[in-house]
Structure formats: structure tokens, C-alpha cells
């Protein structure tokens, strides 16, 4: 699966976060949002997220790689904030509390949609 298949089950999944977790708002249009929040999620994930799993090690470790939890909690809030104020459409998050169990609703859902489309 390509990059434009990889970004349309992102955004399929960003859709199911938003509908499933309570918390986290649309902002600037329905499928914009999912679609640009979805887009950002990749960039952070290839370009930020390698450099905190290495910083955030130790407490990976030591949590027995419950801290990846949080780093994906911390990933989803800056997609948020970069689709939301580049682009004016995105999510928008009320507290770390539902980041955290979206992150975990979009991962579940990213699994399940890439199972079943290949």
C-alpha cells in the first residue's frame, strides 16, 4: 500500500476518533479535517516521533513500553495543532486525557482498516 493509501486509512481512522472518543471536535470542515489531520499525523510520526522514542528510552523501559502510549498521545496534539493552525481544519483536543485515548482508538482503527484492505 502506497503513501495515498496509507494517508486514506489515517484519515478513515482520524474519522472513527473523532466520532468514537469524547473530547475531540471537528474544526474547519468534516472530511477536511480528517484528511489534513491525517496528513500531519505522517509528518510528525516520520520526523518527530523517532527523535522522542529515542529521548523518552529509558521511561520506555522502565514502563515496559507503556510510555509509547503517551509519545502517540503527544504526536496526535501536535498533528492537531499543525493541521488546525496551517491549514485551518482539523481536530480539535480538549485534554491529554482523550489525545491519549484517541491515539489508541486510531491505532486500533489504522490495524483493522489495513487488515481488511489488503
Not at 74 to 81: I, Q, T
Amino acid at each position: 500500500m502506497g503513501f495515498i493509501g496509507t494517508w486514506f486509512v489515517s484519515a478513515l481512522s482520524v474519522g472513527v476518533a473523532v466520532w468514537l472518543v469524547p473530547g475531540i471536535e471537528v474544526v474547519g470542515g468534516g472530511y477536511a479535517a480528517a484528511i489534513f489531520t491525517a496528513l500531519f499525523l505522517s509528518l510528525v510520526n516520520s520526523a518527530v516521533k523517532p527523535v522522542l522514542s529515542l529521548l523518552g528510552l529509558p521511561f520506555t523501559i522502565l514502563s515496559f513500553g507503556l510510555f509509547q502510549l503517551v509519545i502517540n498521545a503527544f504526536m496526535l496534539e501536535l498533528a492537531s495543532y499543525l493541521s488546525r493552525n496551517i491549514t485551518h481544519a482539523g481536530i480539535l483536543i480538549d485534554t491529554f486525557g482523550a489525545a491519549f485515548v484517541g491515539a489508541i482508538v486510531i491505532a486500533i482503527a489504522t490495524s483493522i482498516v489495513s487488515s481488511i484492505v489488503r
